[in-house]
């Protein structure tokens, strides 16, 4: 299990997706403003903008906040101007690590992202030497508490075009491609299956084992403190972490 999907599960157990609901909807704003500056304000004919909404309405924005969004990136309403960087580099234990941002001042987002690799024992890494190892794909995960029929999710799941259903321990992992994963999310929920998210992260098949619960740990505070980064969006990481260590660690 990549470890982007393995740590969006505990943080959703934490509560901490809820907790910082306001960060996050400030992120996939800014996501939006960028792809309708890019592409304009049509879902219909904007691909990128067309994920960044249905990410956003998987958050539960308002109609309103995503409308002011696309508007200011159209430049109906003021706008900052964003550049879209990734970083790449490494975690303590050689755990892969890519970091997207969208930020108004590359030298000052440089430098804090710089800072947390120092502080946090990893190490950044030049362009591609991380990046290679990943791929985007589309992640929708189910709650699997209660009974769930797995027969009928992957059913469900294969109607709605995903390509890979996999039992994660108390959470569903559905794999599809990344155009269609909010599509899936859709057709889960009216099939009556409990979703906890959808996402399309970068995801590795190269994963490192972390059998350590302190290496764990150290790996979950750099990945965390990247997060709480205003300008960084999302922090992908190829980790591979067993279910009690994680819990521990994170705890």
Same mark, same amino acid.
């Given at each position: 299990?990549?470890?982007?999907?393995?740590?969006?599960?505990?943080?959703?157990?934490?509560?901490?997706?809820?907790?910082?609901?306001?960060?996050?909807?400030?992120?996939?704003?800014?996501?939006?403003?960028?792809?309708?500056?890019?592409?304009?304000?049509?879902?219909?004919?904007?691909?990128?903008?067309?994920?960044?909404?249905?990410?956003?309405?998987?958050?539960? @924005?308002?109609?309103?906040? /995503?409308?002011?969004? !696309? %508007?200011?990136?159209?430049?109906? #309403? +003021?706008?900052?101007?964003?550049? &879209?960087?990734?970083?790449?580099?490494?975690?303590?234990?050689?755990?892969?690590?890519?970091?997207?941002?969208?930020?108004?001042?590359?030298?000052?987002?440089?430098?804090?992202?710089?800072?947390?690799?120092?502080?946090?024992?990893?190490?950044?890494?030049?362009?591609?030497?991380?990046?290679?190892?990943?791929?985007?794909?589309?992640?929708?995960?189910?709650?699997?508490?209660?009974?769930?029929?797995?027969?009928?999710?992957?059913?469900?799941?294969?109607?709605?075009?995903?390509?890979?259903?996999?039992?994660?321990?108390?959470?569903?992992?559905? @794999?599809?491609?990344?155009? /269609?994963?909010?599509? !899936? %999310?859709?057709?889960?929920?009216? #099939? +009556?299956?409990?979703?906890?998210? &959808?996402?399309?992260?970068?995801?590795?098949?190269?994963?490192?084992?972390?059998?350590?619960?302190?290496?764990?740990?150290?790996?979950?505070?750099?990945?965390?403190?990247?997060?709480?980064?205003?300008?960084?969006?999302?922090?992908?990481?190829?980790?591979?972490?067993?279910?009690?260590?994680?819990?521990?660690?994170?705890?």
């Amino acid at each position: 299990m990549s470890g982007h999907s393995k740590w969006a599960t505990i943080k959703h157990k934490k509560g901490a997706a809820d907790k910082a609901r306001g960060k996050l909807f400030a992120k996939v704003a800014r996501q939006i403003e960028v792809a309708a500056k890019a592409g304009g304000g049509d879902i219909d004919t904007n691909p990128t903008l067309r994920t960044a909404v249905a990410k956003a309405r998987a958050a539960r @924005m308002t109609n309103d906040a /995503i409308d002011r969004a !696309v %508007k200011r990136g159209t430049g109906e #309403a +003021g706008s900052d101007s964003y550049e &879209a960087i990734t970083y790449e580099g490494y975690a303590p234990g050689g755990v892969a690590l890519l970091i997207d941002v969208l930020t108004d001042n590359r030298n000052r987002t440089g430098a804090e992202i710089r800072a947390i690799f120092s502080k946090m024992g990893g190490s950044m890494a030049e362009p591609g030497a991380v990046g290679w190892q990943f791929s985007r794909r589309g992640v929708v995960l189910v709650d699997g508490g209660g009974t769930v029929d797995e027969e009928a999710l992957m059913l469900a799941a294969l109607e709605a075009g995903a390509d890979d259903v996999v039992d994660d321990g108390g959470t569903w992992r559905v @794999m599809s491609e990344p155009n /269609i994963a909010y599509e !899936v %999310k859709d057709a889960l929920e009216t #099939a +009556g299956f409990s979703v906890e998210s &959808a996402d399309t992260p970068m995801v590795s098949d190269n994963l490192v084992p972390v059998t350590d619960v302190d290496d764990a740990k150290k790996v979950l505070r750099i990945m965390e403190a990247m997060e709480d980064n205003d300008d960084v969006q999302d922090v992908y990481s190829n980790f591979d972490i067993a279910d009690e260590i994680m819990e521990a660690a994170a705890g």
